[in-house]
């Protein structure tokens, strides 16, 4: 089936029928996916801008009845964007239901009470107008959510880019505001590969504030064009990138608890941005964990549909098996103690999860590069040497520290990241993370009536 960009309240094929095949991770299909033209976007930024000029005068109750349809919906279908968002990312299905759907819905509530609560006494809040949102792939309906939303509570309309690697996204949330009644044009959806359209999507005028969900090298690409642009135009800028984060187990080692530490980093193969990337552990339980490790990726078997419950599923990008090959061959010169490699499957699609002890060369700043299963084990005698050697990573995303409860504060505070979760992995803190260090660039507000979704102004 053709998955079509949402223009205008409804779907619609690319004004000259372009499409391109993106191929689902579980299997060799692949569907056609609307390739939008630069013709496209501004077509729709002209719908966008008629929506904005109803849309920027509705009240809160109006914003707030807006909320609940869209919670209801999802409530009621959040089984099938789960299982439909699951098949497009490579992931496990009740995983895809916990961690996107019932976190979308979480945040959702949360942006009720925020219009409820109202602008801020002696504030003054204008909509921004147009925003442009470029969509990461990985758990898109709840990132969807969290970057999206707030923009349309805020008085604004919304052109979204979405990822070619989750089309399903523009299908799921299309249907939802068809079926809602959302303003037409108020949200518009497209898909892209086109090089015209993306740099006409950050540099046009009518586009007034730009947010961005992905890698550090398109993200990167991004703020040179902004850059290069700001002699005619300013626009206010939000950027979320890329991240490697940290894992510490400091508690006594007990096998329910490692998995559970474990599963933070091979669910969704390393590639999703709250994945752990590097575990740090005590140096006295070092063979309980290299024992533990070793036997769980030994005895992995691949991922065959989102019902398997093996964490051993296929790459999302195809390039990150040529940086595994090359992290791998890096390894071996450097005489390195890996636990479980196997290798690369003939279908290029399933790389065995690794990992390997610190190593001179293989270093932390290097595996930053790697969007794929290559994960750094590390021991230290003290919980206190954790943040001098995790704060080298170039991203700071997010940490989960294994502690008991009211120890190893002075190693939270130090761990220089924007999100620490204690006793469970980031990825189920419904909080939004704003991340530090090349994890984020710009105006990170992330409320409905802050300083990037609404033009903010005090009274006196």
């Known amino acids: 089936m053709d998955i079509l960009n949402f223009i205008d309240g409804d779907f619609a094929k690319p004004a000259q029928n372009a499409s391109f095949a993106q ?11 609307g390739n939008s033209s630069a013709l496209d976007l501004v077509k729709a930024i002209q719908g966008s801008h008629t929506a904005f000029n109803t849309w920027k005068d509705s009240s809160l109750e109006d914003r707030i009845q807006l909320v609940d349809k869209i919670s209801q919906y999802l409530e009621t279908h959040k089984n099938q964007f789960a299982e439909a968002e699951a098949w497009d990312q490579g992931l496990n299905l009740q995983f895809s239901l916990k961690a996107s759907i019932e976190v979308a819905l979480e945040k959702l509530k ?9 602008i801020p006494e002696g504030y003054g809040v204008l909509p921004v107008g147009v925003v442009g949102v470029v969509l990461s792939w990985n758990l898109s309906t709840r990132v969807f959510a969290e970057k999206v939303l707030p923009a349309v509570l805020a008085g604004n309309s919304v052109i979204v880019k979405a990822s070619s690697y989750s089309p399903v996204t523009v299908k799921l949330w299309g249907e939802l505001f068809r079926t809602v009644g959302l303003t037409s044009g108020l949200v518009q959806m497209l898909h892209s590969q086109d090089v015209a359209f ?22 990167s690409e991004i703020i040179k064009t ?3 642009m700001t002699t005619q135009q300013f626009k206010k800028i939000q950027i979320h990138s890329g991240s490697k984060n940290t894992a510490a187990a400091l508690n006594e080692p007990n096998e329910a608890e490692m998995g559970e530490i474990l599963n933070s980093f091979l669910q969704g193969q390393g590639q999703l941005a709250w994945n752990s990337s590097r575990l740090f552990i005590l140096d006295k339980h070092e063979k309980q964990w290299t024992d533990f490790v070793a036997d769980k990726l030994q005895n992995l078997k691949p991922s065959e549909s989102i019902h398997d419950s093996s964490l051993w599923t296929p790459l999302m990008k195809m390039k ?5 090959a090359s992290l791998m061959m890096q390894a071996k010169t450097d005489q390195a103690k890996i636990l479980s490699a196997d290798g690369v499957l003939p279908s290029n699609k399933y790389v065995k999860p690794f990992f390997t002890k610190d190593m001179s060369n ?29 704060n080298v990573s170039y991203y700071g995303h997010s940490a989960s520290v294994w502690t008991e409860a009211g120890k190893n504060q002075k190693v939270i505070q130090a761990l220089d990241v924007g999100l620490v979760s204690t006793n469970q992995w980031s990825i189920y803190s419904t909080s939004v993370v704003e991340g530090v260090k090349q994890s984020s660039f710009g105006n990170m507000n992330s409320q409905i009536f802050g300083d990037f979704y609404s033009n903010v102004k005090k009274l006196a």
């Open 110 to 118: 949360d942006q009720k009470a925020q219009l409820q609560k109202g």
């Open 226 to 228: 902004v850059a290069q």
């Open 23 to 33: 191929e689902r991770p579980f299997n060799d299909k692949s569907v056609q996916v």
């Open 362 to 390: 293989c270093s932390v700043l290097q595996q930053d590069q790697v969007h794929g299963p290559a994960f750094i084990l590390s021991t230290v005698k003290y919980g206190f040497d954790i943040p001098k050697y995790s």
């Open 320 to 324: 990150s098996v040529d940086q595994f």
């Open 198 to 219: 993306k740099k006409l999507f950050i540099t046009h005028p009518g586009i007034k504030a730009l947010l961005v969900t992905g890698n550090l090298e398109n993200t």
